[in-house]
């Protein structure tokens, strides 16, 4: 059994800034990959940002240059600093993780909402 653990989300205002961190737990062995997702009201899921084993990021235009991914392998856990939010960055957002056999597992989510 594995377990993501999402913390870290709020109401900000525009220009603001949080930082995500999602725990992860159980039997885990190899993660290759750990991304943040988020999702609005009437819209597809969105992958933010990906970190992988390496150590190599990826991230969607719309957050490059505002949005950190980074992760601590000795604790599990992923965190996500989001810097200059933006009123479209409102969302929930989600962790998962990949392990050594492409399996995916997911958080809960949490909600970040901005105001403009």
């Known amino acids: 059994q594995v377990q993501l653990v999402e913390s870290g989300g709020g109401l900000v205002q525009a220009g603001g800034s949080l930082r995500l961190s999602c725990a992860a737990s159980g039997s885990i062995f190899i993660i290759n990959a750990m991304r943040w997702s988020r999702q609005s009201p009437g819209k597809q899921r969105e992958l933010v940002a990906t970190i992988f084993s390496g150590g190599n990021t990826y991230y969607a235009d719309s957050v490059k240059g505002r949005f950190t991914i980074s992760r601590d392998n000795a604790k599990n856990t992923v965190y996500l600093q989001m810097n200059s939010l933006k009123p479209e960055d409102t969302a929930v957002y989600y962790c998962?993780?990949?392990?050594?056999?492409?399996?995916?597992?997911w958080g809960q989510g949490t909600q970040v909402t901005v105001s403009s």
């Open positions: 998962n993780i990949v392990d050594h056999r492409d399996r995916n597992y």
